[in-house]
């Protein structure tokens, strides 16, 4: 890939993560205050609640696409982040190999889960 | 290869030393190593994160199981440092998006007396993220320990 647009898509795949994680965290973690105006879940945590979001295909969706995301922008970040470290042409191809590896295993381990929980 | 530090170009060579002080930085420069820092650690979290979610399709009892092993106050506080973490890291993010496709910098102008620089002259917007994370994160912790 052209580093130019690997480095472009981190930028998109950020805005994207304003919403999406945004949603997430606010849905999942603020969940003192938020319930008090009438917004977000309470026990977001509680398995009934895990069931049922993991049981609608939307949430699904959302999942597979936020986790791509996410670990895309993340995992280029400490790629970058490892070439400033050891700056040699010798290590660019295992810090390429050791992110993609860890990346892809990662958003397969995923997206089997959230799909398997949705067909169980 | 071990070059003397002294011979070295001190501004770019610093390795992990220099994230945090390699001379005057201004404060963008602290902005970035935060930055910096903050999306690692919500990296970290997420591959944790991924695999102590995916312990759900193991049912509901593997999963409370999850649940009451991260309800330890170590892993709650640990909870708030990645909300923390990463409203700072999103909303210095969004500024960093902007100027590193050139708005939010000012008109280029030829460097004549006295000089114009761009991110200094947008400084307050970086002010405002510093104050918005500072914001985000008393409300969060309000959220997780007070209420
Ligand atoms: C700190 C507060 C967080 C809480 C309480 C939380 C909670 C959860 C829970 C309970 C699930 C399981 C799915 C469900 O129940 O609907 C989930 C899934 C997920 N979370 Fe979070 N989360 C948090 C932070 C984050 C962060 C910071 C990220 C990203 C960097 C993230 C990324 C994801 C992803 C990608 C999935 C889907 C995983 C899969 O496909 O198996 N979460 N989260
Ligand atoms: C919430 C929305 C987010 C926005 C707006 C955002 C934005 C950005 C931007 C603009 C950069 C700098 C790219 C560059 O140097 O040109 C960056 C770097 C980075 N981000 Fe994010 N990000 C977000 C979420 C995340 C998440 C969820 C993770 C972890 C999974 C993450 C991990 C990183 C890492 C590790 C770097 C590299 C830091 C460095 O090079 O010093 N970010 N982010």
Redesign the interface.
Request: net charge positive; charged share 10%; hydrophobic share 55%.
């Given at each position: 890939m052209k580093e130019g647009l690997g480095w472009f898509f981190q930028?998109f795949t950020?805005?994207f993560?304003?919403a999406l994680?945004?949603v997430h965290?606010l849905g999942m973690?603020?969940?003192?205050?938020l319930p008090?105006f009438g917004m977000g879940y309470k026990d977001p945590?509680v398995?009934q609640e895990?069931l049922k979001r993991?049981h609608a295909p939307l949430f699904v969706a959302f999942y597979v696409v936020f986790?791509g995301l996410?670990?895309y922008h993340?995992?280029y970040?400490?790629r970058a982040?490892l070439m400033e470290?050891w700056a040699s042409s010798r290590t660019l191809s295992s810090i390429n190999m050791l992110v993609w590896s860890?990346g892809l295993f990662?958003f397969f381990?995923?997206t089997a889960?959230s799909v398997?929980?949705f067909l169980? | 290869m071990a070059i003397p530090l002294k011979a070295r170009p001190v501004q770019n060579d610093l390795g992990i030393v220099g994230w945090g002080w390699a001379g005057r930085y201004g404060l963008e420069r602290y902005l970035y190593t935060l930055h910096r820092l903050t999306g690692l650690g919500v990296l970290f979290y997420l591959v944790l994160h991924i695999f102590a979610t995916s312990t759900r399709i193991f049912g509901e009892p593997a999963w409370k199981a999850t649940m009451g092993f991260l309800h330890h106050p170590a892993f709650r506080f640990g909870e708030y440092l990645v909300f923390a973490g990463f409203v700072f890291h999103a909303l210095n993010g969004v500024r960093l998006i902007f100027q590193e496709l050139g708005y939010l910098l000012g008109k280029p102008t030829p460097p004549v007396f006295p000089y114009s620089y761009g991110l200094r002259d947008f400084r307050p917007v970086a002010f405002l993220v510093v104050v918005l994370a500072v914001v985000g994160a008393f409300v969060a912790f309000c959220d997780m320990f007070l209420v």
């Amino acid at each position: 890939m052209k580093e130019g647009l690997g480095w472009f898509f981190q930028l998109f795949t950020g805005l994207f993560l304003v919403a999406l994680l945004g949603v997430h965290m606010l849905g999942m973690h603020m969940d003192t205050l938020l319930p008090r105006f009438g917004m977000g879940y309470k026990d977001p945590l509680v398995f009934q609640e895990v069931l049922k979001r993991g049981h609608a295909p939307l949430f699904v969706a959302f999942y597979v696409v936020f986790l791509g995301l996410a670990l895309y922008h993340g995992f280029y970040g400490l790629r970058a982040v490892l070439m400033e470290v050891w700056a040699s042409s010798r290590t660019l191809s295992s810090i390429n190999m050791l992110v993609w590896s860890l990346g892809l295993f990662l958003f397969f381990l995923g997206t089997a889960v959230s799909v398997g929980f949705f067909l169980v | 290869m071990a070059i003397p530090l002294k011979a070295r170009p001190v501004q770019n060579d610093l390795g992990i030393v220099g994230w945090g002080w390699a001379g005057r930085y201004g404060l963008e420069r602290y902005l970035y190593t935060l930055h910096r820092l903050t999306g690692l650690g919500v990296l970290f979290y997420l591959v944790l994160h991924i695999f102590a979610t995916s312990t759900r399709i193991f049912g509901e009892p593997a999963w409370k199981a999850t649940m009451g092993f991260l309800h330890h106050p170590a892993f709650r506080f640990g909870e708030y440092l990645v909300f923390a973490g990463f409203v700072f890291h999103a909303l210095n993010g969004v500024r960093l998006i902007f100027q590193e496709l050139g708005y939010l910098l000012g008109k280029p102008t030829p460097p004549v007396f006295p000089y114009s620089y761009g991110l200094r002259d947008f400084r307050p917007v970086a002010f405002l993220v510093v104050v918005l994370a500072v914001v985000g994160a008393f409300v969060a912790f309000c959220d997780m320990f007070l209420v």
